[in-house]
């Protein structure tokens, strides 16, 4: 897989049932000189063979799609041996579908109707093994509560504070949604002790994966 700060572009397989809505996030993730758009798909059984046709680095999931969903895609790829980050593109009010995307392993999510910077962000953070959450969707799993569905807001409290100081830090900014080059860069740390961190955190914490972890994080910050 290639990283945010490889010479060769990260590849992207997008998948939507809606040509303008795919158009348009090929359009955005263009824009940026190191991702390229390898393959787009306008239904679940077309993501999963250009996902075999062109191995991406990431891939961009729409949520709802004809009769094979992004969800199933997604637990689909996760049954294959091989991590391929996968990313959910989702709107307001589908929230038990962006619950279920959680439990099946998803690497983030964006909104469609969201800031384009933030795909970008997602993508480079997914391609580096990070984990990002769109602000607005993980103030959406909080309020509704779908968040406790994961980890309740004390018992996340509980498993933060069974950390180190250092943890809580790199947990803070991986709940932010920093990939482990930028949480290196950010803490002053060599990437690889970042990577020791982050096998501790989600050890202590029970966390399956970044996006638990993050989720962890938010529960446990205090209000306000």
Same mark, same amino acid.
């Given at each position: 897989?290639?990283?945010?700060?490889?010479?060769?572009?990260?590849?992207?397989?997008?998948?939507?049932?809606?040509?303008?809505?795919?158009?348009?996030?090929?359009?955005?993730?263009?824009?940026?000189?190191?991702?390229?758009?390898?393959?787009?798909?306008?239904?679940?059984?077309?993501?999963?063979?250009?996902?075999?046709?062109?191995?991406?680095?990431?891939?961009?999931?729409?949520?709802?799609?004809?009769?094979?969903?992004?969800?199933?895609?997604?637990?689909?790829?996760?049954?294959?041996?091989?991590?391929?980050?996968?990313?959910?593109?989702?709107?307001?009010?589908?929230?038990?579908?962006?619950?279920?995307?959680?439990?099946?392993?998803?690497?983030?999510?964006?909104?469609?109707?969201?800031?384009?910077?933030?795909?970008?962000?997602?993508?480079?953070?997914?391609?580096?093994?990070?984990?990002?959450?769109?602000?607005? =969707?993980?103030?959406? /799993?909080?309020? &509704? !509560?779908?968040?406790? +569905?994961?980890? *309740?807001?004390?018992? $996340?409290?509980?498993?933060?504070?069974?950390?180190?100081?250092?943890?809580?830090?790199?947990?803070?900014?991986?709940?932010?949604?920093?990939?482990?080059?930028?949480?290196?860069?950010?803490?002053?740390?060599?990437?690889?002790?970042?990577?020791?961190? =982050?096998?501790?955190? /989600?050890?202590? &914490? !029970?966390?399956?994966? +970044?996006?638990? *972890?993050?989720?962890? $994080?938010?529960?446990?910050?205090?209000?306000?």
């Amino acid at each position: 897989m290639n990283g945010t700060g490889s010479a060769t572009p990260l590849r992207v397989v997008i998948a939507d049932d809606e040509p303008l809505v795919r158009a348009g996030l090929a359009g955005i993730v263009e824009t940026d000189d190191g991702v390229r758009v390898v393959g787009q798909a306008s239904s679940g059984e077309e993501a999963l063979a250009a996902v075999r046709a062109h191995r991406p680095d990431v891939v961009l999931l729409d949520v709802r799609m004809g009769t094979m969903s992004g969800l199933d895609v997604l637990a689909e790829i996760r049954r294959s041996a091989e991590h391929l980050p996968c990313l959910m593109v989702t709107t307001f009010g589908e929230d038990e579908y962006v619950a279920e995307a959680i439990r099946l392993g998803a690497d983030g999510f964006v909104l469609k109707s969201g800031d384009p910077r933030e795909l970008l962000l997602a993508v480079h953070a997914a391609a580096s093994g990070g984990a990002y959450f769109s602000p607005a =969707v993980s103030r959406r /799993l909080l309020q &509704t !509560g779908l968040g406790t +569905r994961f980890v *309740a807001q004390q018992d $996340a409290r509980e498993r933060f504070d069974r950390l180190t100081q250092r943890e809580r830090e790199v947990l803070t900014l991986m709940g932010d949604g920093l990939a482990n080059p930028e949480i290196a860069a950010r803490l002053h740390l060599a990437e690889g002790t970042v990577k020791v961190h =982050v096998t501790s955190i /989600l050890r202590t &914490t !029970g966390a399956r994966n +970044r996006v638990e *972890a993050a989720l962890i $994080a938010a529960q446990a910050r205090p209000p306000g």
